[in-house]
């Protein structure tokens, strides 16, 4: 798994969220909770597993919307962050946070209605493994992310603290079909790279998202989005 020393580090825990999801970040986490929601709801009382889960944007989002969330990641400084967040939540469903490794997940068998997994999949070393032990306790769904190989992050992954591992349509059809997911529905989004809203104040990034929605959402344009969000369901 990429990038576990650097996401354990206090400080890189204690600035993810500033960094990434302040300024033009703010339209790329609106974006990924919307994302998250429309493949869950009805989302109250559903229970749900997050692998790693970091600060636990969606885990406590989801508590709000009255899911019973279990938050797991590799990273105790994370975590600390995640349950900071919390206290200033007011859950309608159960929230806990569990550190674990995503690899040997601490549940049983079909322990859990849907398992999701965001900003995950780009660090993976063997993901055909890591999707097969999220589907080992799921039930039902699992929802996850990909960073695409055709995309412009592309041009700069190379520059990132620990690169990223990007993905073709192709790669994923083909690990879905190895885990035995069955894909209900996929979305492709950000033309421009997350790399310039985060640089950006939101005054600025908003038209470029405006005009960055305005051309994407179409089979050629889609082709080169930076982002996807595979909904898949167990056969």
Same mark, same amino acid.
Do not use: I, T, W, Y
């Given at each position: 798994m990429k990038g576990q020393e650097w996401y354990q580090a %206090?400080?890189?825990a204690e600035e993810y969220d500033d960094k990434r999801f302040s300024k033009g970040g703010q339209l790329i986490d609106r974006r990924e909770k919307q994302a998250v929601l429309e493949a869950i709801m009805p989302v109250e009382d559903r229970s749900i597993l997050e692998i790693a889960c970091g600060t636990g944007r969606f885990t406590v989002m989801l508590a709000e919307q009255g899911a019973d969330v279990v938050?797991? %990641?590799i990273s105790a400084a994370m975590l600390q962050?995640?349950?900071t967040k919390a206290q200033?939540?007011?859950p309608a469903g159960t929230l806990e946070f569990l550190r674990g490794d995503a690899g040997r997940l601490p549940f049983p068998d079909d322990h859990f209605d849907t398992v999701i997994a965001m900003r995950f999949f780009h660090l993976a070393d063997d993901p055909e493994a890591f999707l097969r032990e999220m589907r080992r306790v799921s039930r039902e769904q699992i929802v996850f992310d990909t960073f695409n190989r055709f995309s412009a992050r592309s041009v700069y992954n190379w520059a990132l603290?620990?690169?990223s591992r990007l993905y073709s349509k192709s790669e994923v059809s083909e690990l879905l079909a190895k885990t035995n997911l069955t894909l209900v529905d996929v979305e492709d989004d950000f033309l421009a790279p997350y790399g310039l809203y985060r640089s950006i104040p939101n005054a600025l990034a908003s038209p470029i998202r405006a005009i960055d929605k305005a051309v994407g959402g179409h089979p050629v344009t889609d082709h080169f989005a =930076?982002? =996807?969000y595979w909904n898949t369901e167990l056969r």
């Open positions: %206090d400080d890189v938050g797991l %990641d962050q995640g349950r200033n939540a007011d603290p620990m690169g =930076s982002v =996807s």
